[in-house]
């Protein structure tokens, strides 16, 4: 059973950083994609920066053109996490964030929700002015 764990979320000053994190277990598909989604409340969730994953290789990072430049995603292989690097955070910037995995990696850089299979709880970002 494949699990998502987020972490790293918090309370920050415009202009700060956070790194959050990924912990995935029980993934056996070889190919696939991973991302980042956030969702701000009344909005509907978004793509925020995916992966596609193949082995020990990485590659095909996609960003939403809103964090491009200060977003960076990243995979740890031997600690099975994902990690979202975010600097220079905006008030924009606040929402819950959310960990997503596909069985496969076809479209990944388009981003849509609706395409990936497994979801964790989410981490709570927010950014003060």
């Known amino acids: 059973q494949v699990r998502l764990v987020e972490s790293g979320g918090g309370s920050v000053q415009a202009g700060g950083s956070l790194r959050l994190s990924c912990a995935a277990s029980g993934y056996t598909y070889s190919t696939y994609c991973m991302g980042w989604f956030r969702q701000a409340p009344g909005k509907e969730r978004e793509g925020v920066a995916l992966?596609?994953?193949?082995?020990?290789?990485?590659?095909?990072?996609t960003y939403a053109e809103s964090v491009k430049g200060r977003f960076t995603i990243s995979r740890d292989k031997a600690k099975n996490t994902l990690y979202l690097e975010m600097n220079s955070l905006k008030p924009e910037d606040t929402a819950m964030y959310y960990c997503?995995?596909?069985?496969?990696?076809?479209?990944?850089?388009?981003?849509?929700?609706?395409?990936?299979?497994?979801w964790g709880k989410g981490t709570q970002v927010t950014i003060s002015s």
């Open positions: 997503s995995a596909r069985r496969s990696a076809i479209y990944c850089y388009a981003g849509n929700p609706l395409d990936m299979d497994f």
């Open positions: 992966i596609t994953i193949s082995g020990s290789t990485t590659y095909a990072e």
